[in-house]
């Protein structure tokens, strides 16, 4: 089942390395799709545990398996645009995250994911466990990022919060309860 999910979470970098000499903006296309495969993951990644509470489906096996794959395609999206966009000129960086102060929300996601990412191993996750409770000001983040980065919401970015405050409700609601 492990493999399967991972080659479905494969499949959007697969199509993007396939469609990316074709693209009008190969960089921008690269980045859209890593930023939304990070999202979405991100997101698929809270529901082992919501389904654990409501449906009594366990799941949680596979919660490691999706952060892991979300923390790859923020990886990829954070490279895009330092590598591939700004390539690597700290001026760049600093010019256009001033223009653009998303930027700097999607940085201290990508921190957050980054510790967690670094303490998932099983000798460290037992020391660090209590932290990755971040995870959901790194979502909360990562939504207001993507939100604020697009010119005109549609439905998919309101589908997506939608989703995001789903969720991050029923965990409030859960620890409420607890």
């Not at 999910?5 to 959007?12: E, N, T």
């Not at 545990?49 to 919660?63: A, D, E, G, P, V």
């Not at 990562?142 to 549609?154: C, I, M, P, T």
Request: with cysteine; proline share 3%.
């Amino acid at each position: 089942m492990k493999i399967l999910l991972i080659f479905l979470a494969l499949l959007p970098l697969m199509w993007a390395g396939y469609t990316l000499p074709s693209a009008i903006d190969p960089i921008k296309m690269l980045s859209n799709v890593t930023g939304v495969g990070a999202i979405v993951l991100l997101l698929i990644s809270l529901l082992p545990s919501t389904c654990k509470r409501l449906c009594h489906f366990n799941f949680i096996k596979y919660r490691k398996t999706l952060g892991l794959l979300a923390f790859m395609y923020t990886l990829f999206h954070v490279s895009a645009f330092v590598i591939l966009d700004a390539e690597l000129d700290l001026t760049f960086l600093i010019e256009k995250s001033l223009k653009k102060p998303f930027i700097y929300i999607g940085a201290i996601a990508f921190v957050i994911l980054l510790f967690m990412a670094l303490t998932s191993f099983k000798k460290l996750f037992a020391k660090f466990s209590t932290y990755h409770k971040a995870v959901y000001l790194a979502l909360a983040l990562a939504l207001f990022h993507s939100f604020w980065a697009q010119k005109v919401a549609g439905v998919f970015e309101y589908s997506v919060v939608a989703v995001g405050v789903v969720l991050l409700g029923e965990r409030v609601w859960a620890w409420k309860r607890a």
